[in-house]
């Protein structure tokens, strides 16, 4: 399939920012800028977390999430108030090794003074994996031209406690056709309607979103499924993955996966794959990262 990712934007400059952009400082005609306060700057920031213990990525009232841990850790390094953006939304118990946020401070921190200082303080199931400083017309969600997710099942007698919550567990006496898999998988590639594949829509959220790559590989008593698209709609990878289930189980016709893309009808697939196997793998900010992912996925 022939790949047509978005024009790569410029993302790599970097520029300064006042603090209070609107407090420029003017009598009559005059054009001269206070400088007395400190440039504001945007950093972004890789994040990795076990899911397992969270009630999901966004940020909530009561609820332990990844964004009030994260909030709470920068707020007390830099001394403010922070909230923090993310490139992708993940449910309760879904993990990430690539997760991106961005946050802005006026704060004299350098980056590794940033890197050091979280993973001081952040629970052990969060990690920063890299951090730099990066332009203001950088955004971790709308900046990206694609995502990675993967999907771990397991095919075994047994469930291992140890692996339990990171593998979707499918018992190896129950009908499974790794062949079915590989083939009907392929069928999400292109650019389609998925909003079959997801209970709700942001208000004004594009339900068509482009795959670039469903691929599936088998390592002993492993399955791995990797996706590769443009964009996710809420849960569309929880329950594309739990019809292709479906059908390589025998429990759904072979023609579900084709007749729920060409028949797009709001949350019309029911099934929901369990999130515990399901990862973030890397968000892709460049037409070439785009393309390297595409021609050797991860693992391959």
Same mark, same amino acid.
């Not at 390094?77 to 309760?92: E, F, G, Y």
């Not at 208000?203 to 499924?225: C, F, M």
């Given at each position: 399939?022939?790949?047509?990712?978005?024009?790569?934007?410029?993302?790599?400059?970097?520029?300064?920012?006042?603090?209070?952009?609107?407090?420029?400082?003017?009598?009559?005609?005059?054009?001269?800028?206070?400088?007395?306060?400190?440039?504001?700057?945007?950093?972004?920031?890789?994040?990795?977390? $076990?899911?397992?213990?969270?009630?999901?990525?966004?940020?909530?009232? +009561?609820?332990?999430?990844?964004?009030?841990?994260?909030?709470?850790?920068?707020?007390?390094?830099?001394?403010?108030?922070?909230?923090?953006?993310?490139?992708?939304?993940?449910?309760?118990?879904?993990? #990430?090794?690539?997760?991106?946020?961005?946050?802005?401070?006026?704060? @004299?921190?350098?980056?590794?003074?940033?890197?050091?200082? !979280?993973?001081?303080?952040? @629970?052990?199931?969060?990690?920063?994996?890299?951090?730099?400083?990066?332009?203001? $017309?950088?955004?971790?969600?709308?900046?990206? +031209?694609?995502?990675?997710? !993967?999907?771990?099942?397991?095919?075994?007698?047994?469930?291992?406690?140890?692996?339990?919550?990171?593998?979707?567990?499918?018992?190896?006496?129950?009908?499974?056709?790794?062949? !079915?898999?590989?083939?009907?998988?392929?069928?999400?590639?292109?650019?389609?309607?998925?909003?079959?594949?997801?209970?709700?829509?942001?208000?004004?959220?594009? @339900?068509?979103?482009?795959?670039?790559?469903?691929?599936?590989?088998?390592?002993?008593?492993?399955?791995?499924?990797?996706?590769?698209?443009?964009?996710?709609?809420?849960?569309?990878?929880?329950?594309?993955?739990?019809?292709?289930?479906?059908?390589?189980?025998?429990?759904?016709?072979?023609?579900?996966?084709?007749?729920?893309?060409?028949?797009?009808?709001?949350?019309?697939?029911?099934?929901? #794959?369990?999130?515990?196997?399901?990862?973030?793998?890397?968000?892709?900010?460049?037409?070439?990262?785009?393309?390297? #992912?595409?021609?050797?996925?991860?693992?391959?």
């Amino acid at each position: 399939m022939p790949l047509t990712p978005p024009h790569n934007r410029d993302r790599g400059k970097t520029s300064n920012r006042y603090e209070d952009e609107g407090d420029r400082q003017m009598g009559g005609n005059t054009n001269i800028e206070i400088t007395n306060r400190p440039l504001l700057r945007n950093f972004r920031a890789t994040v990795a977390y $076990d899911g397992a213990g969270f009630s999901g990525s966004q940020l909530q009232k +009561v609820d332990r999430t990844i964004e009030s841990e994260l909030n709470k850790a920068l707020s007390k390094i830099l001394a403010h108030p922070v909230r923090v953006k993310s490139a992708s939304r993940t449910d309760s118990g879904v993990h #990430a090794t690539g997760q991106v946020i961005s946050f802005r401070t006026s704060a @004299p921190r350098t980056v590794e003074e940033l890197y050091q200082g !979280l993973n001081s303080i952040l @629970p052990g199931d969060i990690r920063i994996t890299d951090c730099r400083e990066t332009g203001f $017309d950088f955004h971790p969600r709308f900046s990206a +031209v694609g995502k990675v997710y !993967l999907y771990r099942i397991l095919r075994a007698r047994e469930l291992p406690p140890t692996s339990r919550h990171y593998v979707l567990f499918v018992e190896d006496h129950k009908p499974f056709d790794l062949d !079915l898999l590989v083939s009907y998988a392929k069928e999400f590639e292109g650019k389609r309607d998925f909003r079959s594949f997801s209970p709700r829509l942001e208000e004004g959220e594009n @339900p068509v979103k482009e795959i670039y790559l469903a691929d599936v590989r088998e390592d002993g008593q492993l399955v791995e499924i990797r996706f590769i698209g443009s964009g996710f709609l809420y849960q569309m990878v929880r329950r594309m993955t739990g019809l292709l289930l479906a059908v390589t189980q025998g429990r759904e016709s072979y023609k579900s996966v084709s007749e729920a893309l060409m028949k797009p009808e709001k949350g019309r697939v029911k099934y929901n #794959a369990k999130p515990g196997g399901l990862f973030l793998e890397k968000v892709l900010y460049s037409d070439n990262d785009l393309e390297e #992912a595409i021609s050797k996925p991860a693992g391959s």
